[in-house]
């Protein structure tokens, strides 16, 4: 039967003719790769596992409460720990604190011992007089060592301690290392000047045994073109009356001479300056200016080292006592 044709319809009945299928040129080159990928990848095989327990947890509720309580009790657990560790720490670094209170007070006991054996020794040296040779030979064998200061002082162990303890430890310490570089310089110079100390002494208990000084006073010379005054020591005064000490001062006279072995004039104590003598008025500066002999300056420096090592020393007594309880009340009351 022949098919109708375009646009009319098909009778009934009638089939359209299947055509044969056309041959694929690239069947037998895919069916090829194919069993290549399939040998390569493993098609067909059965992977490991089970998937039955992934099935069943779709659709549940993600742990996250259970993530988080894991994670505060472990940052809980770590603070605890520290916690620990911490007081651990303090209780082991008050221990030790507690130790080098035991290792100060037993130098400080020992320092005291030292301190007494050189005021003993400056016991002996009497006002006025040179100190003798057993005395300074007893001053320069003393045992003076200084203190182990900065090792005991500068640590993180002070921080047990009481404020006040730390700074009274500090100023004892200071004074005692002061008194103790002060002694063993008072030794060495003092063995050095003792000759010149001796001579010093003695002249001035002779001094003291003739009286005072003569008094000083000044006088002017204008036989120059430029005046000049001169000193010149005093040696009384002279009235109208004989016997009388106590006249007018415009009645009155001074002897005076202006070298050594001279011999005394008279001058008026009131009137112009080149016919009078005025008396000077001694002062500390002229005492220390007017003073020839270089072993009174030996004498006086003698004289402010005793002061200013007695000074010192007066400071002592007072810091150990308060360093000693202070260590005492840290020993048997450790800080909680």
């Known amino acids: 039967m022949m098919p109708p044709p375009g646009g009319f319809p098909a009778p009934p009945g009638f089939q359209q003719p299947v055509e044969p299928p056309k041959p694929d040129p690239y069947a037998a080159q895919q069916a090829a790769m194919a069993a290549s990928l399939a040998a390569f990848y493993g098609a067909g095989q059965s992977l490991p596992g089970n998937a039955d327990e992934v099935k069943d947890g779709v659709g549940k509720k993600s742990p996250l409460g259970l993530i988080i309580g894991i994670g ?11 916690t620990v560790n911490f007081i ?9 604190g507690t130790e080098r209170a035991k290792d100060i007070k037993k130098e400080v ?5 030292r301190v007494k054996a050189a ?10 007089e040179a100190p003798s040779v057993e005395t300074l030979d007893k001053l320069a064998n003393l045992d003076l060592a200084e203190p182990e200061a900065t090792n005991k002082l500068f640590s993180p ?26 002694v063993q310089l008072h030794a060495a110079l003092t063995k050095n000047d003792r000759d010149v100390l001796v001579k010093c002494f ?34 009384g005064v002279v009235c109208p009356k004989e016997g009388d000490m106590n006249c007018d001062p415009g009645e009155m006279k001074l002897r005076f001479r202006t070298s050594v072995s001279g011999q005394f004039q008279e001058k008026p104590a009131k009137g112009l300056p080149k016919d009078i003598v005025i008396p000077i008025q001694p002062t500390e500066l002229l005492k220390n200016v007017a003073v020839g002999d270089p072993n009174q300056l030996a004498c006086r420096d003698y004289a402010r ?11 002592i007594p007072e810091l150990e006592k308060f360093v000693i309880e202070g260590l005492d009340d840290r020993i048997k009351n450790p800080p909680k």
């Open 305 to 315: 080292r005793i002061d200013r090592i007695r000074t010192t020393v007066t400071k």
């Open 72 to 82: 505060v009790a472990g940052v809980l657990g770590v603070l605890v720990g520290y």
């Open 202 to 235: 003695k002249a001035a208990s002779d001094s003291a045994a003739k009286g005072p000084p003569p008094a000083l006073g000044v006088t002017f010379d204008y036989s120059q073109k430029l005046p000049q005054a001169m000193l010149a020591t005093l040696g």
């Open 157 to 182: 162990l002070l921080g047990t301690f009481n404020g006040k303890l730390v700074r009274s430890m500090f100023d004892y310490y200071n004074n005692v290392t002061a008194f103790f570089r002060e």
């Open 119 to 128: 005021l003993d020794a400056f016991k002996e040296t009497k006002p006025g």
């Open 109 to 113: 006991e020992g320092v005291r011992g």
């Open 88 to 96: 651990k720490g303090q209780n082991e670094l008050i221990e030790l």
